[in-house]
């Protein structure tokens, strides 16, 4: 007996890691698998855009990226490009240079937040240091760079306003609230300029460089970094009962180290004893582990915030940001890609139920 092949469709959703319900129809499919065909395209390129002459070099950029990855960003500027001219070479580079700076910014991410693990393997600072994981994450933000400048100043211009936003929202998460700020509005600012922009970054690109008309490009920037918000909240859920064998993190990882989340901050504008108490004990903990502690120490108070009002409204929020997104989405032509652009944002918003 013949195995019967796996539709276009199926191989996305494997790869995402979401069900089967974004590509659906004939139609549809027959745009999955063009983005299919498009981001074997970019994995190819960017195992070349990897090789380094230097020995220390090249093992340290392809660390990470040989542990693995959604992709989403590729998916998603491979998506949007089918407005134009869909995965012409231009938007296969565009896509390429914004994975390699997703991928940079994780080697700093995972230096600043002092993270154990990253896609199931040990972080690349455990495994080389603080400075070769920094200067690794510069040298996959170079690279990204002189993919871009193939095409541009126009190209040049996204890939530093996007840069520049990614740094900014590091930046503001690392200096934390000031006086007169609102928490909640401070972290979504900072989840638009940390995850959003990137996001953004890559729906806008690939409306720009497949050559689709030119009133797309600003719902579909507003579309990604909505979505980027969304994912980021999303997560903050995720994180508190994630199976760190599925994530590649261990569960309660940024509170642990002392990080913000959506529903620590919400728990915090509780006015219940309650309320009060655990947020209490959890900075309490953050600040023993801070100490030396052992991290374990807190696994009871994330628990018990696993299964407060603040997660839910947190989810509810993401779903919010969700529909916005998909609001967005209201001036492209109805069809399949405006179908499977909805599809994906609610998708998304579905994974942590």
């Known amino acids: 007996m013949t195995s019967s092949p796996v539709s276009p469709g199926t191989r996305l959703a494997s790869r995402l890691g979401f069900s089967d319900r974004v590509f659906l129809g004939p139609a549809a499919r027959r745009i999955a698998s063009q983005i299919e065909d498009g981001l074997d395209l970019v994995e190819k ?80 600072h455990g495994v080389w240091g603080n400075n070769i994981a920094i200067l690794t994450g510069d040298i996959l933000f170079s690279r990204a760079s002189q993919i871009m400048s193939r095409y541009g100043a126009r190209a040049m211009r996204l890939q530093a306003d996007t840069f520049e936003r ?72 995720i994180d508190l009962s994630a199976n760190a064998q599925e994530t590649g993190k261990v569960p ?20 219940a004893p309650a309320d009060i108490d655990l947020a209490r004990r959890i900075d309490d903990g953050v600040a023993r582990i801070g100490e030396g502690a052992d991290p374990a120490i807190l696994d009871g108070p994330l628990a018990e915030l696993r299964d407060h009002d603040a997660t839910r409204r947190t989810l509810e929020l993401a779903r919010t940001w969700t529909a916005d997104a998909v609001a967005a989405l209201s001036v492209l032509p109805k069809g399949a890609v405006r179908e499977a652009l909805t599809r994906f944002a609610e998708t998304l918003a579905d994974r942590s139920s």
Do not use: C, W
């Open 45 to 124: 390129g960017l195992a070349d855009e990897l090789k380094h002459a230097d020995p220390v070099a090249d093992a340290a950029a392809r660390y990470l990226y040989e542990a693995g990855g959604k992709r989403i960003r590729p998916v998603l500027t491979l998506l949007a490009a089918q407005l134009g001219d869909g995965s012409i070479p231009a938007v296969i580079d565009v896509a390429k240079a914004l994975e390699l700076t997703h991928l940079g910014s994780l080697y700093h991410d995972d230096v600043m937040d002092g993270a154990d693990t990253r896609r199931g393997v040990p972080a690349a």
């Open 252 to 271: 309660g990882t940024d509170l642990r180290a002392g990080v913000p989340t959506m529903p620590s901050l919400l728990l915090k504008t509780g006015s």
């Open 166 to 237: 990614l740094v900014l929202g590091q930046m503001h998460e690392t200096v934390g609230v000031q006086p007169g700020d609102d928490p909640i509005e401070f972290y979504l600012r900072v989840l638009a300029d940390k995850t959003g922009s990137l996001i953004a970054a890559s729906t806008q690109g690939g409306v720009i460089f497949s050559n689709a008309p030119a009133k797309f490009e600003e719902p579909m920037r507003v579309y990604g970094e909505k979505v980027g918000v969304a994912f980021q909240l999303l997560d903050d859920v």
